[in-house]
């Protein structure tokens, strides 16, 4: 009977352990799974802009590239390539000097050779800066085609910006058939600037 007592006692002494452990088991995965939870919502929530392409430079609208080729064709008749061309030129001088249109502060001076096409690009420049020969502050100088160049010169400071078209511009534009000025000119006014000429600046 003794015996028998004891082991009974043995066996609730053992389920009490045994009960004891599981309880133990059971809270430590409740513990952990709210540990790691945690870190998880304090996660920064803009992250995919880490991954996000940059902002590409607006295009001009089709009122915007209009209103160029108005302007050019004003002062030159068609607005060509290569005249659209040199409003490009005398919208990014002024823009460099901060100058708004007409006015005294620039001399533009366009060395080309004789030959229409290369002399378009001065009358878009006058289209764009308000300079003009009766002002005598846009000039042109007749030069051999490797030394072509346009030069324009804030009179004040006396920095001047070097403007040379880019070969891949003369070879894309030159000799466009005149029923196409138009078309290639809208072509030049959408252009980034890159695409149509380099330019240096002269202390």
């Known amino acids: 009977m003794r015996t028998l007592l004891l082991g ?85 001088a002024k823009r460099h000097f901060g100058l708004a249109y007409g006015g005294w502060h620039l001399l533009v001076s366009h060395y080309t050779p004789p030959k229409v096409q290369y002399s378009c690009l001065a009358d878009g420049l006058q289209a764009a800066t308000g300079t003009s020969p009766g002002k005598m502050n846009l000039r042109m100088h007749f030069v051999k085609l490797a030394h072509m160049r346009t030069v324009i010169t804030h009179r004040k400071s006396g920095v001047s910006l070097i403007f040379r078209l880019r070969q891949d511009f003369l070879k894309t534009y030159l000799n466009t058939p005149r029923k196409d000025l138009k078309r290639a000119g809208g072509l030049v006014a959408r252009l980034p600037y890159t695409n149509i000429f380099d330019v240096h600046v002269r202390p």
């Open 8 to 92: 009974v006692l043995a066996v609730l002494l053992f389920c009490g352990l045994l009960q004891r452990g599981l309880f133990a088991h059971q809270k430590t995965p409740t513990t952990h799974r709210s540990a790691t939870s945690r870190p998880a919502t304090s996660r920064p929530v803009n992250s995919s802009s880490a991954t996000s392409k940059p902002t590409s430079r607006p295009q001009r609208t089709r009122q915007q590239v209009n209103t160029i080729l108005k302007q050019v064709a004003a002062i030159h008749g068609a607005p060509g390539p290569f005249a659209v061309a040199g409003y490009r030129m005398g919208m990014y």
